[in-house]
């Protein structure tokens, strides 16, 4: 049936534009997928038939709330997801699931065309077509958004004249995306980096300054890696990104405002709300600081980086992701054990951590009487390791051997008849043992 084309819709301004944009550009008629992630705020029946009310020939909803949390936020937990060192990839976890469906539904009605509503500006719009590539390359990828260049004010007129049921304004041109995993906020008056954020933008978190002021406490049991019970209580992946949503949220936790490196090149300010996704990540990176060998927990850093590099560019099904997550997934085997967070003011702060596969050796640590520690051991061990720097600095900085080594050196050069060489003494060879 490829007279017709499957776009996701989110409900917002750009994607119920773009059913009527594409339509009259291509012949063809728009399938809508709402792919619900948790996104929350509206029910998904209004969103189907706003999709049909803006000219759809159908609407599909696709509820993948616990593959989500399960597939996706789970790996980006255990690898302590954040890019630049802050942002969870709220959006970028989001876009190679809704693609996968994207390619299925096109697959089953024997499109063969995929459509998103992304600008040229954004990340999003390499993230949907290189996971599309990824997994249907034999579809073909359509952005009206972009590719026809519509503004916001345009898209705004447009959803007017034609009497489109969507809520935009003038007034309030925000940009929001939103799933279980947290909230962005972008563009109006937002993209003035000086522009500090209205209490009105955040709906996940409480203000820090109203939570409670005592704070709470809530201990996380994590099983290799990922989130298993909460205050002692079994939960899903999903139940688990969704409690800490509640508990961290309500105590101001996960609220982020930077600016980023988007892949396009250009620099963008967003305003992030991620409370369960902060409080989670959190707690598993100190439980990783109890569990894993040192050189084993360094690495992983660097590791976590590339991935999190990866995923916030789009690159969810490439190769080096694939492997990346292999090395991750083997990392997590001795991750289990409680961490207990105690949330308060905007932050959720490690009170206490135990661990069955616990690297912490108290006899080891303790400087009372009775400890296992070799102290004597450490003066051999500081020497062999301190080797090479003074090696080195013979070689480097000959001033540091001190300037009674060199005169000496010096002098017995220059009392030398000129014109003679010193003469180099040859070492008698000495028999040893081969060394294996």
Not at 116 to 142: K, M, S
Not at 300 to 319: H, T
Not at 351 to 379: I, P, W
Request: charge should be negative; include cysteine; proline fraction near 4%.
């Amino acid at each position: 049936m490829t007279d017709r084309i499957v776009l996701a819709y989110s409900g917002g301004l750009d994607t119920s534009v773009a059913i009527g944009w594409i339509k009259e550009r291509t012949g063809k008629d728009v399938v809508a997928l709402a792919v619900d992630v948790g996104q929350g705020g509206e029910d998904l029946e209004e969103v189907r038939q706003r999709a049909l009310a803006c000219g759809a020939v159908e609407a599909i909803v696709a509820d993948v709330k616990d593959e989500f949390a399960s597939d996706y936020l789970m790996p980006a937990l255990k690898a302590n997801a954040a890019y630049q060192r802050s942002y969870p990839l709220v959006s970028a976890l989001s876009r190679p699931l809704i693609s996968k469906y994207l390619v299925k539904t096109a697959h089953e009605l024997g499109a063969d065309s995929v459509a998103h509503g992304c600008t040229g500006q954004g990340n999003d719009q390499v993230r949907f077509e290189a996971a599309v590539a990824a997994l249907g390359p034999d579809l073909q990828c359509i952005a009206p958004i972009r590719d026809l260049e519509l503004t916001r004010d345009r898209s705004i007129e447009y959803a007017a004249a034609h009497d489109l049921p969507i809520r935009q304004s003038k007034k309030s041109p925000y940009s929001i995306d939103q799933n279980v995993w947290g909230k962005a906020v972008e563009t109006g008056f937002l993209e003035d980096p000086w522009n500090a954020p209205i209490e009105d933008l955040y709906t996940y978190t409480k203000n820090p300054v109203e939570a409670s002021p005592e704070g709470v406490d809530v201990v996380i049991t994590f099983k290799h890696g990922i989130p298993v019970a909460i205050d002692g209580e079994a939960v899903t992946p999903l139940q688990a990104v969704e409690r800490m949503n509640v508990l961290a949220g309500n105590e101001g936790i996960g609220r982020l405002d930077l600016v980023e490196d988007r892949l396009v090149g250009i620099k963008s300010r967003e305003v992030y709300e991620a409370p369960g996704a902060v409080a989670l990540i959190t707690a598993h990176e100190e439980l990783e600081n109890l569990t894993l060998e040192r050189d084993v927990n360094r690495y992983k850093r660097d590791v976590e980086n590339r991935w999190s590099q990866l995923v916030y560019d789009g690159l969810w099904y490439s190769g080096l992701k694939r492997a990346l997550d292999a090395f991750i997934d083997e990392t997590q085997q001795m991750v289990s054990g409680d961490i207990r967070l105690h949330l308060q003011g905007g932050r959720a702060t490690v009170t206490g951590r135990r661990s069955a596969q616990s690297l912490y050796d108290y006899n080891l640590v303790t400087y009372d009487e009775g400890g296992t520690f070799e102290h004597k051991a450490a003066k051999g061990f500081i020497n062999i390791w301190s080797l090479p720097s003074k090696i080195a600095a013979r070689r480097d900085n000959p001033l540091a051997l001190g300037q009674g080594a060199v005169s000496v050196e010096a002098s017995a050069a220059s009392e030398l008849p000129q014109g003679e060489a010193a003469a180099t003494p040859v070492a008698e060879p000495v028999a040893r043992e081969t060394e294996r």
